[in-house]
């Protein structure tokens, strides 16, 4: 079925109040409902909001698994992320009720790897305390050993992942004088930017490991306990990526027994962490942020703007813009088995 149909199709929005206005101009051609609370909806209210939608619009934390999509029924034909990361939706669920499933690649790579960038600053040269002193009132004379932190130019920057992020951070590294390296299960080429190196020596040599994958099957808990062994002292491990890819016990107890420098994270399990006598926002060596990575206004807003653009063009007979790899990018394509590699 192609072009625009009689009737307009029913839309289901996750929140209000999203920015830009690509759920103004869905309403231009859908009839849309979106959630009015200002917290999320539970998952049972997630699923009254749904009921008899053709089209999903939803964000990075709402869960998305077959219970819901059978609350939908069988009419729903897209589920539409505002989100580069895809493990809150069951996605194999979906491709096998024909449903196309869409994220928000490109728009938030660059705005991720400034941050990714700055995790790494602040880690390695040891930020966060030297600002915390302040506000302690705690800035005294001056010293040759406060503060002191580890040089980020020259060092060697290893990436776990080679997408789109991970690339934007390597052409950010170039600049800083880095020498960067990759791995990825597929990608072994080398190019302009990053030489591909196995996974195991990636680890040993970098001065710096930036984790850049989705989070599957295959690499949750991928950076645990034996791979931190094998990372140098001196070393500074960022996940701007998903927190299941990083063990975070293992990850505090490397940190207490200095068998790595420093660490960065804008990603956690369980997220929201709310309790502020969480470890992981106590540990000196550690930078934590509250999943700010696409924070921009610019960027939340095309995220927006490109998920709305996928539903309009599933739900009047095109395909989708940036279907999760793998999947099938027009309704009604049931399959029992998808890709979910980093692309």
Request: neutral net charge; charged residues 20%; hydrophobic residues 45%.
């Amino acid at each position: 079925m192609s072009g625009t149909p009689s009737r307009r199709p029913r839309v289901a929005v996750s929140r209000s109040g999203l920015p830009g206005e690509g759920v103004e101009r869905l309403t231009d051609r859908c009839d849309v409902t979106a959630w009015p609370g200002t917290a999320p909806p539970t998952p049972a209210e997630l699923a009254g909001l749904v009921r008899g939608c053709e089209g999903l619009l939803v964000l990075g934390s709402d869960r998305v698994d077959a219970a819901l999509l059978d609350a939908a029924g069988p009419g729903l034909r897209v589920v539409a992320l505002a989100s580069m990361g895809y493990d809150g939706v069951d996605v194999a669920a979906a491709a096998a009720r024909g449903v196309v499933v869409t994220h928000t690649p490109e728009v938030l790579a660059d705005t991720t790897a400034d941050v990714a960038m700055a995790l790494i600053l602040m880690a390695r040269r040891r930020l966060p305390a030297a600002t915390d002193a302040l506000r302690r009132g705690a800035w005294g004379a001056f010293r040759m050993d406060a503060f002191l932190g580890l040089d980020v130019h020259g060092a060697t920057l290893g990436l776990i992942g080679y997408g789109q992020i991970a690339r934007a951070v390597a052409r950010r590294a170039a600049g800083f004088g880095m020498r960067v390296q990759h791995h990825h299960p597929r990608r072994k080429e080398d190019d302009e930017l990053s030489r591909w190196v196995p996974f195991g020596q990636l680890l040993r040599t970098s001065d710096v490991v930036s984790v850049h994958t989705p989070l599957t099957e295959e690499t949750k808990g991928m950076i645990g306990t034996a791979e931190l062994a094998l990372m140098k002292p001196t070393a500074t491990l960022v996940n701007t990526g998903r927190g299941g890819v990083v063990d975070e016990e293992a990850l505090l107890v490397a940190l207490r027994r200095g068998q790595l420098h420093s660490a960065g994270l804008d990603v956690m399990t369980g997220e929201p962490r709310t309790d502020p006598s969480d470890p992981l926002f106590h540990e000196p060596h550690l930078v934590v942020l509250p999943h700010v990575g696409s924070a921009t206004e610019a960027t939340r807003a095309a995220m927006v703007d490109l998920a709305a653009r996928n539903v309009t063009a599933v739900l009047h007979g095109h395909p989708a813009p940036t279907p999760i790899p793998g999947t099938p990018n027009l309704p009604g394509r049931r399959v029992t088995a998808v890709d979910l590699t980093d692309s």
